[in-house]
């Protein structure tokens, strides 16, 4: 149930998370290697602009990406169409941006400067 | 044929008017052996009120293709000894395609989505126009050779989980075709083609498993071909032109 349209921007989207991918390995590698407390990392991220965009990015990528396979899934598995398939599709997107928006804004500006 | 004094135990699928079931008959086995000898066994020595397609007998005209113990395969052209299991054969009609009776299928979904992808050729230039120079070595005739000597028995279609999936989807067969004349430098309906290719059931379905190709009995390519689509489609719409 893909057309031309929703195939690109599950690829764009797939080219956008990955470096972020990468990018999240590579520091969450760097990072831990002397060991590193909760309040650690919250003394990095919060307030950051530059994180924020950097995992705020991802989510957005996250979100549609995988609405998208989802969408395919539900069809061809479930065997869900037309304005039922296009509703549960945005539902799973808008789900994957709150619950990950939430998280990144509770890690960057949520309580920053408390 | 000299006949081994062994027997083939052969489920074939009989379907009427929408009520189908397996049947058993008792073939025997010879040397050299093809799918299409059983059945035609059993229709001239057992049966003659079973149904089914054939015409050329030597894998030209792609009228004979049947499920084979759960594979699609050309049964003029496949042995016994490669696709009997311990003399056990079943033979089904192809998947994904309706049942007329027997093992003969309807196959005008399968062709009617050829001219839905707009795999037709649409010619540039009358007769009176000189002949156009294209040479063994162009990439372009190159990919179109690749793709051209589809005999169009559906065994791809039949191969094909998306089509089982989805069944407004154009199909490996018609997809490919459609990529064979996006590389004739002749045609002249490329924009309607790769729009005709972009839909809801366009090559962008296509989750590349490959049984097109694993089963086509010339060993072309489809998934490759709809590889090749998706980038032309992905290239035009973003300005990148072919």
């Given at each position: 149930m893909l057309n031309l349209h929703l195939y690109m921007a599950q690829r764009l989207t797939a080219l956008i998370m990955a470096p972020l991918t990468v990018g999240h390995l590579a520091v969450m590698i760097y990072a831990v290697q002397g060991g590193l407390s909760v309040a650690e990392i919250l003394a990095r991220t919060q307030g950051s602009l530059a994180w924020f965009l950097f995992y705020g990015s991802f989510v957005f990528a996250v979100s549609i990406h995988a609405a998208i396979g989802m969408r395919a899934i539900m069809f061809e598995w479930l065997g869900i169409k037309g304005t039922a398939l296009s509703l549960i599709s945005w539902g799973v997107c808008l789900l994957l941006l709150v619950l990950g928006g939430r998280a990144v804004w509770a890690v960057t500006f949520a309580g920053a400067g408390a | 044929m000299p006949e081994t004094g062994e027997f083939l135990e052969v489920s074939i699928w009989r379907e009427q008017d929408g009520d189908g079931h397996f049947e058993s008959f008792q073939v025997p086995r010879r040397d050299n052996q093809t799918i299409l000898d059983v059945v035609s066994w059993v229709q001239q020595q057992a049966d003659p009120t079973l149904s089914y397609r054939f015409a050329c007998r030597v894998g030209m005209c792609g009228s004979c293709a049947m499920m084979v113990n759960g594979a699609p395969r050309w049964?003029?052209?496949?042995h016994v000894q490669k696709v009997a299991d311990d003399n056990r054969l079943e033979i089904a009609p192809l998947r994904n395609l309706p049942v007329i009776k027997d093992l003969a299928v309807d196959m005008d979904p399968f062709f009617d989505k050829w001219v839905a992808a707009e795999a037709v050729f649409e010619p540039s230039q009358t007769r009176d126009d000189p002949m156009a120079p294209i040479t063994p070595q162009d990439p372009m005739r190159i990919a179109a050779s690749d793709a051209i000597e589809c005999i169009n028995c559906a065994v791809c279609y039949a191969a094909c989980d998306v089509v089982a999936a989805n069944p407004d989807y154009l199909g490996p067969a018609a997809l490919n075709r459609a990529w064979s004349l996006v590389n004739d430098s002749r045609d002249d309906g490329q924009d309607a083609r790769l729009k005709a290719v972009s839909g809801g059931g366009g090559c962008h379905n296509c989750h590349a498993q490959q049984g097109c190709a694993r089963y086509c009995p010339n060993e072309l390519n489809p998934t490759l071909s709809i590889s090749g689509l998706k980038r032309a489609t992905a290239k035009s719409l973003l300005g990148w032109g072919q």
């Open positions: - | 049964t003029c052209r496949t």
